[in-house]
């Protein structure tokens, strides 16, 4: 066994691109103090008084939840804990998820909502997926965002946190370099101020790899789903998890190579993009949120409509 490079303690991980090991103690400090040097060095919660968090009872959102109540009271800051019942029947991974999300803000004492997709919006994912046409993972991320962002701010949050990680942000960005998107590109941010009526959003964990908040989440024992959601194959298709397996694999061979990708974009090259012209934005005549390209329904209130009449049919 591989010892601590701290202590003498056996190691629980090797952090590559830092060239340490860890053991279990030293991995629980270490995450926090990531975080709490991403959030000074991108100013990421000046003005954040009540941060509403984005948990899907997951890995990565239910260890950003646990790091965040850690940093609390040191940055001042309030947290609503949020979790949506978005009706993916498969494996029961719905209910499961929920669950798990609610052991953890009861656990932490977070006061919570959870949002009940059917129920207050009138469809779920699965039959979003057998009736609007579209790729489920586009609706349901259209969802997600939209019911995040709505909850927030009705509930006097001025921050909304999620749980994107290292992994999730390289796959981003090659992904849209490959398909040649520059306004996704330039929209990718740590720090996303609050803007054209839209909340202040964060990414805490940006920085911390995958492979971090699973050890993070199996040391300190919290309850989370490990089972992946059963739509999971169809999430940006094969192209996009082929191109995630190929960064994770040049991550093995030249350690660091997530990080630097990730940290020379959003400190060299995206500053250079802020001349981008941005989308111009309306108000959905139906809920009052943003709407893109000026359109008079926004596309939840749309997809909405359509799933009600499809029900209906
Ligand atoms: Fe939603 Fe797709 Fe993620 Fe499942 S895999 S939770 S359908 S975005
Ligand atoms: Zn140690
Ligand atoms: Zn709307």
New binding site residues.
């Given amino acids: 066994m591989v010892r601590c490079t701290k202590c003498d303690k056996d190691a629980v991980i090797r952090i590559n691109y830092a060239n340490l090991y860890l053991c279990r103690d030293h991995l629980l400090e270490w995450m926090t103090e990531r975080v709490r040097k991403v959030a000074h060095k991108y100013d990421m919660f000046s003005g954040s008084k009540r941060i509403a968090v984005a948990v899907?009872g997951g890995k990565d959102s239910t260890s950003l939840l646990h790091l965040l109540k850690e940093l609390s009271t040191e940055f001042g800051f309030s947290l609503l804990g949020v979790t949506i019942d978005?009706g993916?029947s498969g494996n029961n991974?719905s209910s499961k998820s929920v669950e798990y999300a609610i052991k953890n803000f009861e656990m932490l004492n977070v006061e919570y909502r959870v949002i009940d997709l059917k129920k207050e919006f009138g469809f779920t994912?699965d039959q979003a997926?057998r009736r609007t046409g579209r790729p489920?993972?586009s609706t349901?991320?259209l969802t997600?965002r939209y019911i995040m962002e709505k909850v927030a701010k009705d509930e006097g949050c001025d921050t909304l946190a999620t749980g994107h990680n290292l992994n999730d942000i390289a796959q981003f960005l090659l992904n849209n370099y490959y398909n040649g998107d520059l306004l996704s590109l330039a929209r990718l941010r740590p720090v996303s101020p609050a803007e054209n009526g839209y909340i202040k959003k964060v990414k805490p964990l940006f920085l911390i790899s995958e492979k971090e908040t699973m050890t993070y989440a199996i040391v300190k024992g919290f309850p989370f789903i490990y089972d992946?959601?059963?739509?999971?194959s169809?999430?940006g298709g094969q192209t996009q998890d082929k191109i995630r397996r190929s960064i994770e694999e040049i991550d093995d061979k030249i350690p660091g190579f997530m990080i630097s990708l990730v940290e020379n974009f959003e400190n060299k090259i995206r500053p250079l993009m802020e001349d981008i012209p941005k989308k111009t934005l309306g108000k959905c005549k139906i809920c009052g949120m943003p709407t893109n390209n000026n359109r008079e329904i926004c596309s939840f209130c749309a997809t909405k409509i359509k799933m009600s009449k499809e029900i209906r049919a």
């Fill in positions: 899907s978005l993916i991974y994912i997926k489920v993972c349901c991320g997600k992946s959601c059963p739509h999971t169809t999430v």
